[in-house]
C-alpha cells in the first residue's frame, strides 16, 4: 500500500473515532477542564470569533504553502487540530499542556502542522501562517508555545501562541478573502500581545489523563457543536 492510501485511511480513521466519541459522550464522565497532548480540539479566536482553519488550498503568493484561515461556521471538520509534541520535547498523550510547553498544532484532515516564517501574508502584510509538512512531519518552523496564566492551558482560558523561531504571536484582525474562500478571514503572526491573539480550545475530543497514564484502552471527553 503506497504512502497516499496510507494517509488516507489514517485521516479517515481519525474522523470515525471523532465522531464515535461524540456519539458517546453521555457516558465519558466529568468533562476536563484543561488540554491535554494528543486531543483534537478546535481554537477560536475571542476577539473575531472565527476558528482556526485550513484546507488544501494553497497561497497564491508568499510560500505557497496551504492557507490557514479563520471561519465563522462551528461545524467545518476543517478546523481540527491534533495537539502534538515537538521532535524534542514529547508529549506524552493524556499529560496537561503547560503554560510555556512547546507544541505543535497539525490540522486533522491535512497532515500539516501549524507553521509560520518571515513570507508577508497576502492581505495584512503581516507575517504568513501556513500550514506545512506531511504526516506530521515538518521542521523547527512548526513549533509554537502556549502563553497561558497558571500552570496549565485551561479550556476556559483565552490563551496565546508565540511561534519559537519568530517571537510572534498566532492573530486575526479581520481581513477577509474573496474567492475561492470569500469571507474567510486572514490568518498570520504579529509582533505584541493584542486581544487580536488571544485563543480558546472549543469543541473536540479530550483524552483524560488518568487513562491514558494508567494504560488502558483510550478513551475520550468530546465536546460537540
Not at 497516499?4 to 466519541?21: E, G
Not at 474573496?178 to 474567510?184: D, E, K, L, Y
Not at 500581545?193 to 480558546?200: N, Y
Request: with cysteine; hydrophobic share 35%; glycine share 10%.
Amino acid at each position: 500500500m503506497d504512502a497516499f492510501n496510507v494517509a488516507l485511511i489514517s485521516r479517515t480513521l481519525t474522523c470515525f473515532f471523532v465522531s464515535l466519541a461524540y456519539f458517546s459522550r453521555a457516558s465519558l464522565g466529568t468533562e476536563l477542564s484543561f488540554v491535554t497532548c494528543g486531543s483534537v480540539v478546535k481554537l477560536l479566536n475571542v476577539k473575531h470569533n472565527v476558528r482556526l482553519h485550513s484546507h488544501d488550498v494553497r497561497y497564491g503568493s508568499g510560500s505557497g504553502q496551504q492557507s490557514v484561515t479563520g471561519v465563522t461556521g462551528v461545524e467545518d471538520a476543517n478546523s481540527y487540530w491534533s495537539v502534538r509534541g515537538t521532535r524534542e520535547a514529547a508529549c506524552r498523550r493524556g499529560d496537561a499542556v503547560k503554560c510555556g510547553q512547546t507544541i505543535r498544532l497539525t490540522h486533522v484532515n491535512t497532515g500539516r502542522n501549524l507553521h509560520s516564517h518571515h513570507f508577508s501574508s497576502p492581505l495584512s502584510s503581516n507575517q504568513e501562517v501556513s500550514a506545512f509538512g506531511e504526516e506530521g512531519e515538518g521542521d523547527h518552523l512548526d513549533e509554537w508555545s502556549v502563553e497561558c496564566g497558571g500552570s496549565v492551558w485551561k479550556r476556559q482560558e483565552a490563551v496565546r501562541f508565540r511561534h519559537k523561531s519568530t517571537d510572534a504571536l498566532l492573530s486575526v484582525t479581520g481581513e477577509q478573502y474573496g474567492r475561492p474562500i470569500h469571507g474567510q478571514r486572514e490568518v498570520h503572526a504579529m509582533p505584541g500581545s493584542t486581544p487580536h491573539s488571544l485563543w480558546m480550545a472549543m469543541e473536540g475530543v479530550f483524552i483524560k489523563p488518568t487513562e491514558a497514564m494508567a494504560g488502558q484502552d483510550h478513551h475520550y471527553q468530546h465536546t460537540e457543536f
